[in-house]
């Protein structure tokens, strides 16, 4: 009598099987290509985020509404595209802003290469960096963005710090002024209907937490105006000196980063 059993059937599709080829291909393909031969994993909402990250000291529901929503909603996504540059993602939900910064490698004989320039803030730039701080911290009315500051007391308080012995009032002003101007440009300050009137942006507690802000305004309060004044102990710095040299900290979030941007009007 002949077998009659039907074989066992391999229900294994071959890989070369075009109807396997055609679903990877669905798969792989999504709605996301915004031009020809766009591989891209992120939509155009988020791809504005990240581009807006890139470009920005931060992003922020005020100045980028659209942008800080794409960030909550893709915040992973986000941070793997920043991490594949070697960048970090910091979002602050509470005080709803999100900012980058450079990833520090754990080996000391080989770092990470940088997309961001390492400026750091002048002398005069810290200066107001710390009076903002203070003027926010003072400040119990609620919502973001409330505290209004002149230009002319901006000058009053950075001359409170300059040595007795400094004669060029117009050369340090000049300082300020352009103090202001990159502030402005880092959406620190932001600017109002008045050329001389900015709006602080709460960015500035993120830019100095307390512990900083203190570290800061004592050394400022101490050594800031003394002629022979050379090193900022108190916040890890390199050297400088009351006639504008560069101070820098050891902080990432004090890295004042290449951007694009002029700072925005408010009203």
């Known amino acids: 009598m002949s077998d009659t059993t039907p074989a066992p059937v391999d229900e294994t599709v071959p890989f070369e099987d075009p109807t396997t080829v055609l679903q990877d291909d669905d798969r792989d393909e999504t709605s996301f290509a915004l031009?020809?031969?766009?591989?891209?994993?992120?939509?155009?909402?988020?791809?504005?985020?990240?581009?807006a990250l890139l470009r920005?000291?931060?992003?922020?529901?005020?100045t980028h509404a659209d942008e800080w929503r794409a960030v909550l909603d893709a915040e992973h996504q986000l941070r793997s595209r920043l991490n594949d540059l070697f960048l970090e993602l910091h979002v602050d939900r509470d005080?709803?802003?999100?900012?980058?910064?450079?990833?520090?490698?754990e080996s000391q004989r080989r770092g990470f290469p940088t997309l961001l320039r390492d400026v750091p803030y002048t002398r005069e730039e810290t200066i107001v960096l710390v009076y903002l701080r203070m003027r926010l911290r003072a400040d119990t009315r609620p919502g973001p963005d409330q505290v209004v500051v002149d230009r002319?007391?901006?000058?009053?308080?950075?001359?409170?710090?300059?040595?007795?012995?400094?004669?060029?009032?117009?050369?340090?002003?000049?300082?300020?002024?352009?103090?202001?101007?990159?502030?402005?440009?880092?959406?620190?300050l932001v600017k109002t209907t008045d050329p001389d009137r900015f709006r602080v942006a709460s960015v500035v507690e993120v830019l100095l937490p307390l512990d900083r802000l203190l570290e800061l305004d004592t050394w400022l309060r101490t050594n800031a105006a003394r002629p022979d004044a050379t090193t900022a102990d108190a916040t890890s710095a390199d050297a400088t000196t009351p006639d504008g040299e560069p101070i820098d900290g050891d902080d990432p979030r004090l890295q004042a980063d290449d951007t694009d941007d002029e700072g925005e009007t408010d009203a």
């Open 152 to 188: 002319s007391e901006i000058l009053g308080h950075v001359a409170g710090f300059r040595p007795a012995t400094a004669t060029d009032r117009t050369r340090d002003e000049g300082r300020v002024a352009k103090a202001i101007e990159r502030l402005v440009t880092a959406r620190i």
């Open 35 to 51: 031009f020809e031969g766009d591989e891209g994993r992120l939509d155009d909402r988020q791809r504005r985020a990240l581009v």
């Open 95 to 105: 005080r709803e802003v999100a900012w980058k910064r450079q990833a520090r490698s």
């Open 56 to 62: 920005n000291a931060y992003v922020s529901a005020r």
